[in-house]
């Protein structure tokens, strides 16, 4: 474990959606790409940058929150992602950004806020090596992460194991250590276009093991066995992490649940706690890297997150800098109280009670997966 540096704690993981469908690159495995979604323009944003930051005040949401923005398609394209995240870091949150790493005006025009607020912001680089090639973007994506590394920001950089790459794996692990002095972080492609969204590879988990583990990636080595493995145990989602649209103010518990409440409609309105519980409705928590390595399950034998994010370099320097890992070193079943024995007795009789409220996206899943998907996912926004 990396050791700790600061105070802040943090007290919840928002997962935030940036109501973007649009990209400059077109991966095959992309889940926007597997439902044909291309083609939307730039979004319209109906709530300004302060409202979201007020709507996420630290009062309102009971301390310091780790904000995950993440668009449908680039992050970064839409202009108001600049503002967003100075709101949210000026509200004295720690803001996450999952990106394609090719926007270069929004990475400069981000890297010149503040040096103290940049600290709390952390860049996750997708590596999108074949479209990179393709486009010819490659030397861009690399001149972004050196920006990052030379600013007070931390970043990851993380390739998508999909079997179409693994004829170029020695060329992309020539290329990282030739750009980042360490090798990028692995990740596992799902197919969103089953219901039980299987990893999206020919490989078994063990030939996935043995061609994909040169990398070391203490990423991969986490989510590999714990892919199409459906959670059990009690999990707070709904209560320490949450999944919010940025697009509408929709707060829901995790992928698959219900609307919790409309956080941006009124901002006087407590948070309300919902949590999953033994109900997830997912066939599988694919996510696992953050919800279970950040604590929503307690007890659950996960590497710290800094494990799975920082990297070394060959010239003795972290991917992640001190703020983020003391951050990233933290687990929220750490910073919150739990609930008795008791409680969670009740929680769950109330959940057997109301199992519809709960599963309707599920219901939607195994009944109209397709076409009546699209529609409802469109309408509570695609919080992945
Ligand atoms: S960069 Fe991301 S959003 Fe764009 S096509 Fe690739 S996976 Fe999809
Ligand atoms: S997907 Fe993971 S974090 Fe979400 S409710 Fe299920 S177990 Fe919890």
């Not at 005006?105 to 709390?120: A, G, P, T, V, Y």
């Amino acid at each position: 474990m990396i050791k700790n540096n600061k105070t802040d704690k943090i007290v919840k993981f928002l997962d935030c959606y940036i109501p973007v469908k649009t990209c400059n690159f077109r991966c095959n495995y992309c889940y926007i790409t597997q439902n044909k979604w291309w083609g939307e323009k730039l979004p319209k944003f109906k709530y300004s940058p302060e409202h979201i930051a007020k709507a996420l005040s630290k009062k309102r949401m009971g301390g310091t929150c780790l904000v995950n923005m993440c668009g449908g398609g680039e992050t970064m394209l839409p202009p108001e992602i600049v503002d967003i995240t100075r709101c949210l870091l000026e509200e004295g949150h720690y803001v996450m950004i999952v990106t394609n790493g090719t926007i270069s005006k929004r990475f400069d025009e981000i890297l010149s806020l503040d040096k103290n607020l940049l600290k709390h912001l952390f860049f996750k680089f997708s590596f999108q090596y074949l479209e990179l090639k393709r486009t010819n973007l490659m030397k861009i994506f690399f001149d972004n992460v050196r920006k990052v590394k030379e600013s007070p920001a931390s970043f990851t950089v993380e390739l998508t194991t999909v079997d179409e790459l693994i004829p170029h794996i020695d060329d992309i692990k020539k290329t990282c250590m030739r750009e980042l002095g360490a090798l990028c972080h692995l990740t596992i492609a799902r197919d969103e276009t089953k219901p039980s969204i299987p990893r999206l590879s020919n490989l078994t988990e063990e030939q996935a093991r043995e061609v994909w583990g040169q990398f070391d990636s203490a990423m991969f080595d986490f989510k590999l066995p714990l892919f199409e493995k459906k959670r059990k145990e009690f999990c707070y989602a709904g209560k320490w992490s949450y999944c919010v649209d940025f697009g509408t103010g929709n707060m829901i518990q995790c992928y698959g649940c219900g609307l919790v409440q409309n956080i941006f409609e009124d901002l006087e309105s407590p948070i309300k706690s919902c949590p999953v519980g033994k109900h997830c409705p997912n066939p599988h928590c694919w996510n696992n890297h953050a919800f279970l390595c950040f604590g929503d399950i307690p007890g659950f034998t996960a590497p710290r997150f800094s494990e799975i994010r920082d990297r070394i370099c060959k010239d003795g320097s972290h991917w992640l800098k001190p703020e983020f890992m003391n951050i990233f070193n933290q687990r929220l079943d750490e910073n919150n109280v739990h609930f008795t024995e008791k409680e969670i007795d009740k929680i769950e009789r109330k959940l057997n009670q109301k199992p519809f409220k709960y599963y309707r996206y599920l219901v939607l899943r195994l009944l109209t997966f397709g076409k009546l998907k699209q529609k409802y996912t469109k309408k509570i926004g695609k919080m992945e």
